[in-house]
């Protein structure tokens, strides 16, 4: 399989089925506002194949967690991608860090990436601002995380 259709696969996987990345009671994973629906996960980097990981610039380490996050507009009853501008921090007890997104479009789907670092078992705060329409307010997201290093 082709790295790019293998990390989309990945990605569709993780956003669809949050239930395998955190337990059900804890997290949504998904924040609808108006006509959009961000959805977002949080996962280890080992989950990548390494020529993914590869391609991408991205770091599969112990101490290294992928952020995903992706929208899509509505309209009736069908939605599709949608691109926008994500910024962001992640923070713990101490630190405050801003994320660096990068995008990925392959076959439809647009998707924003940052790579989190995962030193010590922690809950991790996210703070996320995702503005799918430069004419509106970007929508908020904010949610937290317990992870370890692996």
């Known amino acids: 399989m ?10 569709l996987f993780l956003v669809g ?3 395998q990345a955190q337990a059900p009671a804890q997290q949504q ?6 006509d959009y629906t961000v959805y977002y ?8 194949q390494a020529d993914i990981a590869g391609t991408y610039g991205i770091t599969r380490a112990k101490d290294r967690a992928i952020l995903n996050v992706s929208v899509r507009q509505h309209a009736g009853n069908t939605s599709e991608a949608q691109s926008a501008l994500v910024r962001g921090t992640s923070s713990d007890l ?4 801003p994320l660096d997104f990068q995008e990925i479009r392959e076959q439809g789907a647009v998707y924003y990436i940052a790579e989190v670092r995962v030193s010590n078992p922690a809950t991790l705060y996210f703070d996320l601002q995702v503005q799918p329409d430069p004419n509106s307010a970007a929508i908020q997201v904010r949610f937290n995380k317990e992870v370890f290093p692996e």
């Open 2 to 11: 082709k790295p790019l259709a293998s990390l989309l696969l990945l990605l």
């Open 17 to 19: 089925h949050p239930a």
């Open 94 to 97: 101490i630190h405050s860090l």
């Open 41 to 48: 996960s949080l996962f280890p980097s080992s989950f990548l």
């Open 29 to 34: 994973f998904e924040k609808r506002s108006g």
